[in-house]
């Protein structure tokens, strides 16, 4: 069965960023409705600990453009100028609608918004740490989220919760009219037809086995626009965060160091200061992601396999742990078998962040290839856009910010830019190609199980793709990626029945892995430097001659363009490229 329905804009997937997506129009009069596959309030952005930064200067003398500094600075210059100062400029006032809508920002003593340090956010360009995220505890993600989804709720937004969306409809003008989605529940197909479609389908970090991303962070968004023809940027940077829990994988907050814990190895030594002499443990993320790699590689790792370290915070205090990290005690508690209040928690490196994505202007508008042409009624917002603000490092508490600010700007560019615009006709046979690919998973005519072959991506990208790039792994890695890419297109399901059928979600869900893969892989390859989180063993050294620009992956044949980045910002000077040391 093939159900219809038509809307001024549809928002495909229900976290942070879709839902302030999804407030300004239906805020102003829109029909709106937000694809989600599940529940918006169990999105990923739940899982966002330590808090959302904002030069507000409520703890020491704060100004947007040290925010602006130190966020180029952290992308190791490959983050585009005009739209860092357009975030950070526009923070504080972002942070002050979240709290209009109620959420529940903790205080200091005289009422205003707590702010704790986070790595790599610094004072005065680089001087010292400066206090600038604010936070709701360590559960800052959750209460944006609830906060968001009660405001949608006010405001009537209609929510079509467990579909996942299947494929982007585009006219011959490559215009896209809307999106083809599978109801979990019925098993039935929808076709969505709207004026304006905005992708905040968030990360794909799921293509790595160690990974704080949850299991639905599987890179639809990116899989839809490629199989549409859509070229990805920037691909081959993945932050690694540097305090996942050992053998676990899941997320210590940044928040911890800011509150004063710190990293030792298993000589009981803080290691940091070998590494970033000034800021130590608030570095950015992959300077101590690459610093707990190099300690473990020369043998000084903890644990059983010796893989990890250790992060310690009882010198804290049980009463500032229990007020300010409460989420973080109960995670170590019941993930590592540790009380951070007596005993270190163990951690490693873990995959938690894409700072490519779907490449899109200012206003969220996507712009495909090298010509960068804008594609008339597509949009994307959050993990699964790059807006070239992080570049190749994003800075902890800048990802709320990032959902936030832009997921604003590309609702207001839809209601300033969509006045008077009608729904163009719809292709016929717009569900043909959909309606294949299912049949093809349903037939059971191939041998090739879509968990097997999702187990085996995910350990080829995690050796060959991991926190240090090594030639002959990248060459090897790419290889065999294409080969898996051939046997996931003959993926098939035994069971095939309709109502909640995961196994025909999850083969669903590789289809789109593989194509995040393949991009990650080939960029990662090219790219013959190192700068930010991609850090190649043979080129040791970042090279601004050559590399200074973004890549494009192109999903039709699988080759390569890049751009150049853009140094000029929109209203200040530029800030000229410099050795990045902390």
Not at 72 to 98: P, T
Not at 320 to 327: A, C, D, H, R, V
Not at 462 to 477: A, D, W, Y
Request: aromatic share 8%; proline share 3%; with cysteine.
């Amino acid at each position: 069965m093939v159900k219809n329905f038509k809307f001024d804009s549809i928002v495909v997937g229900g976290g942070g960023a879709g839902l302030r997506t999804s407030i300004q129009l239906s805020g102003a009069g829109q029909r709106v409705a937000v694809i989600s596959k599940v529940f918006p309030t169990r999105s990923h952005t739940v899982a966002a600990q330590g808090g959302i930064a904002a030069a507000l200067a409520n703890v020491s003398d704060d100004k947007w453009l040290w925010h602006m500094y130190d966020t180029i600075k952290g992308s190791d210059y490959l983050g585009d100028q005009d739209a860092i100062e357009y975030m950070c400029k526009n923070a504080a006032e972002a942070i002050y609608e979240l709290e209009h809508m109620g959420m529940p920002f903790d205080r200091n003593a005289d009422g205003r918004i707590y702010q704790r340090p986070f790595g790599g956010m610094t004072k005065n360009f680089g001087e010292s740490s400066i206090s600038r995220t604010c936070a709701v505890a360590d559960r800052t993600g959750h209460a944006m989220l609830h906060t968001l989804y009660q405001k949608n709720i006010e405001l009537q937004t209609q929510f079509f919760i467990e579909w996942i969306g299947l494929d982007l409809i585009r006219d011959e003008d490559g215009d896209v009219l809307g999106l083809i989605a599978l109801e979990l529940q019925t098993g039935d197909l929808g076709i969505f037809h709207a004026k304006n479609t905005i992708f905040a389908t968030g990360g794909a970090g799921r293509i790595f086995q160690a990974s704080t991303n949850a299991f639905i962070n599987t890179g639809d968004g990116l899989g839809m626009a490629a199989r549409a023809n859509i070229s990805l940027e920037d691909m081959e940077f993945w932050q690694f965060h540097p305090t996942g829990i050992l053998g676990a994988g899941v997320l210590v907050t940044e928040g911890v160091r800011g509150e004063g814990g710190y990293l030792i190895n298993s000589n009981n030594e803080r290691f940091m200061e070998r590494y970033a002499p000034s800021a130590k443990d608030l570095a950015s993320r992959d300077i101590v992601s690459r610093a707990i790699a190099q300690e473990v590689l020369e043998g000084r790792g903890i644990g059983t396999n010796k893989n990890g370290v250790y992060l310690t915070l009882s010198h804290l205090g049980e009463e500032l742990i229990n007020e300010k990290l409460p989420g973080i005690r109960e995670i170590s508690i019941k993930f590592a078998n540790v009380d951070p209040v007596k005993e270190p928690v163990p951690v490693v490196p873990t995959v938690h962040y894409m700072m490519g994505g779907i490449p899109t202007t200012l206003n969220g508008q996507v712009r495909d290839g090298i010509k960068q042409k804008e594609v008339n009624g597509f949009y994307a917002v959050g993990e699964c856009a790059c807006i070239s603000v992080h570049g190749a490092n994003r800075l902890g508490s800048n990802s709320l910010l990032d959902l936030i600010v832009f997921g604003k700007a590309a609702g207001q560019h839809i209601l300033d830019s969509s006045k008077g615009k009608k729904l163009k006709k719809l292709p016929n046979d717009v569900t043909r190609k959909t309606i294949e690919r299912l049949k093809k998973i349903n037939t059971k005519s191939s041998l090739e199980d879509p968990r097997e072959l999702g187990e085996e991506l995910r350990a080829v990208m995690q050796k060959h793709c991991g926190v240090f790039r090594f030639p002959q792994l990248l060459n090897e890695g790419l290889a065999k990626v294409y080969k898996l890419k051939q046997r996931i297109e003959n993926i098939s399901i035994k069971d095939n029945s309709k109502v909640f059928n995961t196994a025909r979600t999850e083969a669903l869900e590789l289809q789109n892995l593989i194509e995040v893969a393949l991009a990650t892989m080939a960029s990662a390859k090219n790219r013959e430097e190192s700068r930010g989180a991609h850090s190649r063993s043979d080129f040791p050294e970042r090279d601004d001659n050559s590399w200074l620009q973004h890549s494009l992956y192109n999903p039709k044949d699988g080759s390569l363009d890049y751009r150049p980045v853009k140094m000029k910002p929109l209203s200040v000077k530029s800030f000229p490229l410099k050795e990045r040391v902390y």
